[in-house]
């Protein structure tokens, strides 16, 4: 579990759901305490091309939507190796 780590602006506060592809985290931003939702790749998912691709491919269609019923994308990085995503955080 990532719970107190930094990535990046954003401090990760718990984990909020889990998949094949990977976890969820609700984190916050540092510098305004914005709460941002952040999805981190499962360990070894990057080592398999088709998978990566899909992950790096759901990160590039979020940047370019913009709709009022689609949350946003904040930020993308790396977190020992693994990619992740920061975005929106919804509640529910």
């Known amino acids: ?3 107190g780590q930094q990535l990046g602006p954003f401090v990760v506060d ?3 759901g889990r998949g094949a592809m ?3 985290y609700r984190s916050h931003y540092t510098k305004t305490g914005l709460k941002v939702a952040i999805k ?3 360990a070894g998912l990057d080592s398999q091309p088709t998978t990566l691709a899909r992950f790096e491919r ?3 269609i ?3 939507l913009n709709h009022p019923n689609i949350v946003r994308l904040f930020a993308t990085g ?3 190796g693994q990619p992740f995503y920061a975005m929106e955080y919804v509640e529910g």
């Open 1 to 3: 579990m990532l719970a």
């Open 78 to 80: 790396r977190v020992g």
């Open 58 to 60: 759901e990160m590039e």
């Open 62 to 64: 979020l940047k370019k």
């Open 22 to 24: 990977g976890t969820v």
């Open 40 to 42: 981190v790749m499962a």
């Open 14 to 16: 718990k984990e909020i």
